[in-house]
């Protein structure tokens, strides 16, 4: 089974910065759409950003687009998040997740959460003053 580790939330003040992490164990990551969720108390789980098997596809929620930036490195075979000016609506446990269908996913990539079958447990983000 595909393990998934998120690393790099925190509590951070509005219009601060952070960089998550989504790493693979003993698995690569290189063949695996990655999307990257969020869920906030009382809300539903939502697809925030993803990037293609390849790295050259990604896609944004609306929420986000311009502020969050997907990218992977292969050599370290982790898949970041980078997230700028920060709201607090931005406030909520961050998931990473894999695509197993990696042969139809290599460039292009779902931002449901149907589409993941491999999860990590999350990291909070608290954006606050």
């Known amino acids: 089974q595909l393990q998934l580790v998120e690393s790099g939330g925190g509590l951070v003040q509005p219009g601060g910065s952070l960089r998550l992490s989504c790493a693979a164990s003993?698995?690569?990551?290189?063949?695996?759409?990655i999307g990257w969720f969020r869920q906030a108390p009382g809300k539903e789980r939502e697809g925030v950003s993803c990037?293609?098997?390849?790295?050259?596809?990604?896609n944004y929620a609306d929420s986000v687009k311009g502020r969050f930036t997907i990218s992977r490195d292969s050599a370290k075979n982790t898949v970041y998040l980078r997230m700028n000016s920060l709201k607090p609506e931005d406030t909520a446990v961050y998931y990473c997740?894999?695509?197993?269908?990696?042969?139809?996913?290599?460039?292009?990539?779902?931002?449901?959460?149907?589409?993941?079958?491999?999860w990590g447990q999350g990291t909070q983000v608290t954006v606050s003053s």
């Open positions: 990037i293609s098997g390849s790295g050259s596809s990604t």
């Open positions: 003993e698995f690569t990551l290189d063949y695996y759409a």
């Open positions: 997740a894999a695509d197993p269908n990696w042969t139809t996913t290599q460039y292009m990539c779902h931002m449901g959460t149907r589409s993941y079958e491999y």
